[in-house]
């Protein structure tokens, strides 16, 4: 069973940064694919970003392309999603969750087995 608790989100204006946190325990992080993902009020829950347990294959929303990086240090269990440029578009719960490389697509959130509780992140104009 793992656990995953994300920090560091915030209110921030418009073109601002922020950097998300996930923590994992209770399993061997190194195992799995990490995934970002963003949930807007009364909207499905989106992908953002997601990259293997070795971070040698990325892939990003084309929302967040070019804004948004993820990345990973297996030594401290620790999963990042930079956020950068950011618009108030990008306003949500941002969760991170985990995934066994199973061949099942990381784009799908019922494809994940472990998730935090989310973070929210509101950018003003």
């Known amino acids: 069973q793992v656990q995953l608790v994300e920090s560091g989100g915030g209110l921030v204006q418009a073109g601002g940064s922020l950097r998300l946190s996930c923590a994992a325990s209770?399993?061997?992080?190194?195992?799995?694919?990490m995934g970002w993902f963003r949930q807007a009020p009364g909207k499905e829950r989106l992908f953002v970003a997601a990259?293997?347990?070795?971070?040698?294959?990325?892939s990003y929303a084309n929302s967040v392309k070019g804004r948004f990086t993820i990345s990973r240090d297996n030594a401290k269990n620790t999963a990042y999603l930079q956020m950068n440029s950011l618009k108030p578009e990008d306003t949500a719960v941002y969760y991170c969750?985990?995934?066994?490389?199973?061949?099942?697509?990381?784009?799908?959130?019922?494809?994940?087995?472990?998730w935090g509780q989310g973070t929210q992140v509101t950018v003003s104009s």
């Open positions: 209770g399993g061997t992080f190194s195992n799995y694919f």
């Open positions: 969750a985990a995934k066994y490389g199973d061949g099942s697509s990381w784009y799908l959130p019922g494809n994940y087995l472990y």
């Open positions: 990259f293997t347990d070795t971070s040698a294959i990325t």
